[in-house]
């Protein structure tokens, strides 16, 4: 049986993976910390990476902020595979408003209360989402630690990975067709979830499972 880490995306926690259905895997969701101010994406990984039992053979699989993480991860811990969706592999596979706040990081300036406010607002106009699952990730979102979700955009705004420097590691990226947060065209060798939002992996999960199982040869 396959050990798979989840990673779950930015300010989501293990609920973003309710229906998810993996064969034959036993699945383990990574817990958030709060970073440090001075914590960058690959000093935030290497923390994160202690929950992970390394004395077997194990696999990543990370959403958005998540996949992020796990492509960290993957450079020092050598998964069997690392599945990212709904994310990136480096800084040049991001969209130019994300890579303008790394030049001008006015983000710094805003209060947490700010962020808590945006991604609600961002969540409920990415992609068409049920009553259900607006409530769910709302839920998700208050239950975040105290200074988290400030902390995590500036670890994204400020990571310094080149999508280049993953050789050796065993990608698999899923991405949707339709994801406004990190458009598809910026990618290179992304698999293509038509119609596909930044939160697929939530409301569109049977593709999304159908796509991994797929992958990891299930």
Known sequence: MKK????????????????????????????????LKKDTMAS?????????????PFYLLG????????????KFLKPVKTVIISSAKGV???????????????HKFFPEWFFIILSKTVKNTLGRHSRQDKDLLFEMLLSCPNK??????????????????????NIIHIQGTSDRVIPIKNLYNAIAVPGG???MVLNNASFINEVINRELGN
């Not at 259905?21 to 383990?28: C, N, Q, T, V």
């Not at 935030?44 to 077997?56: G, N, V």
């Not at 959403?63 to 993957?74: K, N, Y």
């Not at 902390?151 to 994204?156: E, G, H, Q, S």
Request: glycine share 6%.
């Open 92 to 106: 040049d596979e991001m969209p130019f408003f994300i890579k303008m706040f790394r030049y001008f990081p006015i």
């Open 197 to 199: 939002t930044h939160f």
């Open 4 to 35: 798979i880490y989840l990673i779950p995306g930015l300010a989501t926690d293990e609920r973003l993976f309710s229906n998810l259905k993996i064969k034959d895997a036993e699945l383990k969701v990574i817990k958030w910390e709060v970073p």
């Open 148 to 169: 988290y979700i400030k902390r995590a955009i500036n670890l994204i705004v400020s990571w310094s990975c080149q999508s280049g420097s993953c050789e050796g590691v």
């Open 63 to 74: 959403v958005s902020f998540g996949g992020m993480c796990a492509i960290e991860i993957s």
């Open 44 to 56: 935030y990984a290497k923390k994160l990476a202690e929950q992970i039992d390394i004395s077997e």
